[in-house]
Nanobody, 120 residues
Framework: QVRLVESGGGLVQAGGSLRLSCAASGSIFSINAMGWYRQAPGKQRDVVAAITSSGSTDYADFVKGRFTISRDNAKKSVYLQMNSLKPEDAAAYYC??????????????WGQGTQVAVSS
């Protein structure tokens, strides 16, 4: 069974920084893409950033230049460095990893979510 555990959320003042982490554990054969999503109350879940197995990254326009996604394959982990945070960045942040457990293809697994609050 695969489990994704997130950490690093919290309350920060506008202009501040946070670093989110997400580590996968369990019977993992390989991991393909990893990403971060966010969902504010009453809104849909949006992709924030993604990173491929080779390290190519992509960002939503609303975080470009402020957020950086990275990964550590040996630790089965993905990170999101968030700088210059704005009140509108407040949301529950979820990590996702496309994981193959050895039987069949890749399946997307989700973390439990970590809350980010930004005070103005």
């Amino acid at each position: 069974q695969v489990r994704l555990v997130e950490s690093g959320g919290g309350l920060v003042q506008a202009g501040g920084s946070l670093r989110l982490s997400c580590a996968a554990s369990g019977s993992i054969f390989s991991i393909n893409a990893m990403g971060w999503y966010r969902q504010a109350p009453g809104k849909q879940r949006d992709v924030v950033a993604a990173i491929t197995s080779s390290g190519s990254t992509d960002y939503a326009d609303f975080v470009k230049g402020r957020f950086t996604i990275s990964r550590d394959n040996a630790k089965k982990s993905v990170y999101l460095q968030m700088n210059s945070l704005k009140p509108e960045d407040a949301a529950a942040y979820y990590c996702a990893q496309d994981i193959r457990t050895g039987v069949g293809g890749f399946q997307r697994y989700w973390g439990q979510g970590t809350q980010v609050a930004v005070s103005s």
